[in-house]
């Protein structure tokens, strides 16, 4: 959470889901300049109740299915097929951040991320928006904040 806003304060432009601080980025800096994705926290609520969810999101999504049977496979680790047991393994018995559900959404958004970069102009732009927009985030701000609502104390300059 707060290393996206420490990246927002400088211009970087977020790929994220909707919540933490995400959501306050978001809010802030505008939707046009955060690349959204993925489920709504009370749509991944919805989807943990079922114990097979990740299965269901592995078998409707072909992108998915085969980016999973290539890294078991052993064609990102010199043919060794036990690199990313535990990873794959997770992401279909367990899943508990609800990577596969999210996948196709995150695929189609960075498909938007690479779009928008190619107009430079505009890129700069919302790079700009995101660091004017951000102050909200800075640690003076929040020191003023912590002095007056926690510390009850007053500046000493």
Not at 20 to 37: S, Y
Not at 91 to 98: A, I, K, M, P
Not at 105 to 130: F, P
């Amino acid at each position: 959470g707060t290393g996206n806003m420490k990246f927002s304060l400088n211009g970087a432009l977020t790929i994220g889901t909707l919540d933490g601080a995400n959501v306050e980025i978001r809010e802030l800096v505008g939707a046009d300049n955060f690349f959204l994705f993925g489920m709504t926290a009370d749509e991944v609520v919805e989807r943990r109740r079922d114990a097979r969810h990740q299965a269901h999101a592995i078998d409707a999504s072909p992108r998915l299915r085969h980016a999973i049977d290539l890294i078991e496979s052993g064609v990102f680790s010199h043919g060794d097929r036990t690199t990313y047991q535990a990873l794959t393994e997770n992401l279909r018995t367990h899943d508990y951040f609800t990577v596969c559900a999210d996948f196709d959404s995150y695929w189609d958004v960075q498909r938007r991320v690479d779009h928008a970069w190619g107009d430079q102009d505009a890129w700069h732009r919302m790079a700009a928006l995101n660091t004017a927009r951000s102050g909200w985030f800075s640690s003076d701000r929040t020191i003023r904040g912590y002095m007056n609502d926690i510390w009850a104390i007053k500046p000493m300059i």
